[in-house]
């Protein structure tokens, strides 16, 4: 067994304090990309697990989610050493074109695909379909209201119970309760602004055809430390556009960009109506190499412990988060050692850890005076041949 119940369990036991809890090994906060990913990677080292975990979500799948959807060959490749096929058996565009846009001047990135992408709502229900075929336990419609800490694991409190986990992990993005409790108040980190809509599109439109992706930076003229997106997406198989603008918001003391009106007049420029259209928004919680990773008995993944801070990508980072995840979960299990001291370490020495550090290192730099035409030429310039080296 994973979980051994102690002394002090027994000692909480015969004082009726656990009687309404129920005791597991450990607990997943949010069933999406990087709590699925975690879960379905412990149980693939250790069939044992899918009786000693639980994931809980506030919603049921398919769930409403804001998301681009991008999915960069990171991601896939760490679901197909899950065992999932190639490609996905979901409705999706694969990318082959990546269009970084400046003003007048345009960099191609090209890749067979570049990234894929896919409706998050129908991405998040096939990962938790064939989680729960593999064993995993969702909890759906379930709500963390607190969590608590107690001398030998975590008490969660739920809208339909209590839990007490050895080992909590925190799949519950940028406003999650456990990202609050290992101390992101205090130390918040970057949160990125976003705005999204997505809409129906011909199946015509040349963004099918010529299957390309377009980020045009030309806003950071007015203080957006970000671009504007238009992806081609399919949603229930058929063909719609996706298409926001996002901030990384990385220099505070720089005026807001408006984002509203950026995404107006993007949307206008593109023929379409944005009074026809709901525009929803979300923060991102950024990678930052000062952000909170851990405590003790509790690791964060995905969104909650840092999303791409270049471009916002969330979705294969998620799953990599979750495959180190697992690692030091099955460790800590093993040692009895729920300190996760080291988790930090691993996320920096690892493949993920030096996408993320590059990213953040690029867009620290993009982002400082990116409002200067003269500096985002330059950096244009240099922006050209990093992508020529694939290294964007």
Not at 128 to 146: D, F, P, T, W, Y
């Amino acid at each position: 067994m994973l979980f051994r119940k102690n002394s002090v369990f027994r000692a909480w036991g015969q004082l009726g304090l656990l009687k309404a809890m129920q005791q597991i090994p450990l607990l997943i906060i949010v069933a999406g990309p990087a709590g699925l990913s975690t879960a379905l990677h412990l149980i693939q080292r250790n069939p044992q697990w899918k009786n000693q975990l639980i994931l809980l979500d506030k919603a049921a799948h398919p769930r409403h989610k804001l998301c681009g959807g991008g999915v960069t060959q990171m991601g896939l490749d760490i679901l197909h050493g899950l065992g999932f096929p190639k490609p996905l058996p979901l409705p999706h565009v694969a990318v082959e074109d990546v269009r970084l846009v400046y003003g007048r001047r345009m960099i191609h990135v090209r890749g067979k695909p570049e990234f894929t992408i896919f409706h998050r709502q129908e991405f998040d229900a096939y990962l938790a379909e064939v989680a729960r075929a593999r064993g995993a336990c969702i909890h759906e419609n379930e709500v963390v209201k607190l969590l608590e800490r107690h001398p030998d694991g975590i008490k969660v409190v739920t809208t339909k119970g209590a839990y007490l986990a050895q080992a909590i992990v925190g799949a519950d993005g940028s406003k999650g309760i456990t990202r609050r409790f290992v101390g992101g108040q205090a130390n918040p980190g970057r949160v990125a602004r976003l705005l999204e809509v997505v809409h129906p599109a011909p199946g015509d439109a040349p963004q099918f055809s010529d299957k390309y992706a377009l980020f045009d930076f030309s806003p950071v003229r007015r203080h957006l430390q970000g671009y504007v997106w238009d992806f081609p997406a399919r949603v229930g198989g058929e063909a719609h556009f996706n298409r926001g603008v996002y901030d990384a918001r990385l220099w505070a003391y720089r005026p807001k960009a408006p984002l509203p009106v950026l995404l107006d007049e993007a949307l206008s420029g593109m023929g379409t109506d944005p009074n026809t259209i709901k525009i929803e928004g979300h923060p991102i919680h950024c990678f930052t190499p000062d952000n909170h990773f851990s405590a003790p008995r509790v690791i964060l993944v995905g969104d909650a412990a840092g999303a791409d801070a270049l471009f916002g990508e969330g979705i294969a980072p998620a799953l990599a988060y979750g495959q180190i995840g697992a690692q030091v979960l099955q460790h800590a299990f093993e040692t009895g050692d729920f300190l996760f001291k080291d988790y930090w370490q691993r996320i920096f020495f690892s493949s993920l850890g030096g996408y993320l550090l590059f990213r953040w290192w690029v867009s620290w730099w993009a982002y400082q005076l990116s409002h200067q035409a003269w500096y985002m030429h330059l950096f244009w310039t240099i922006a050209g041949g990093m992508a020529a080296l694939k290294r964007i």
